[in-house]
């Protein structure tokens, strides 16, 4: 997946990062809004016509929006650091 991913152009591959960044960020707020991985899954996988399974992959396979890896965690995209970086800075 991480080969077919690095074939697609920079644009859709920023995307395909924030769209799953935006989804761990709904799954961090699941006691407020009920929209775990379980829910986003279902949703998703028809929007995007993926697999559950495929959703619930790519969801965990983006480095997590807070910019800090897991150890010993292989993630899809090298480069989704510096897109975490431009797109979760919000003014407060």
């Known amino acids: 997946m991480r080969q077919a991913l690095n074939t697609v152009a920079v644009e859709n591959k920023t995307l395909f ?3 799953f ?4 960020h ?3 707020h699941e006691k407020e809004n009920k929209m775990g991985l379980q829910a ?5 996988q028809t929007i995007l016509e993926m697999s559950r399974k495929m959703v619930c992959f790519c969801a ?6 807070d910019g800090i890896a897991a150890q010993g965690a292989c993630y899809l995209v090298d480069e989704d650091t510096r897109i975490i ?4 800075v919000r003014p407060k």
């Open 17 to 19: 990062v924030y769209f």
């Open 21 to 24: 960044l935006h989804a761990q």
């Open 26 to 28: 709904v799954m961090t």
């Open 40 to 44: 986003l899954g279902l949703l998703l």
């Open 60 to 65: 965990h396979a983006i480095r997590p929006c």
């Open 85 to 88: 970086n431009l797109i979760m």
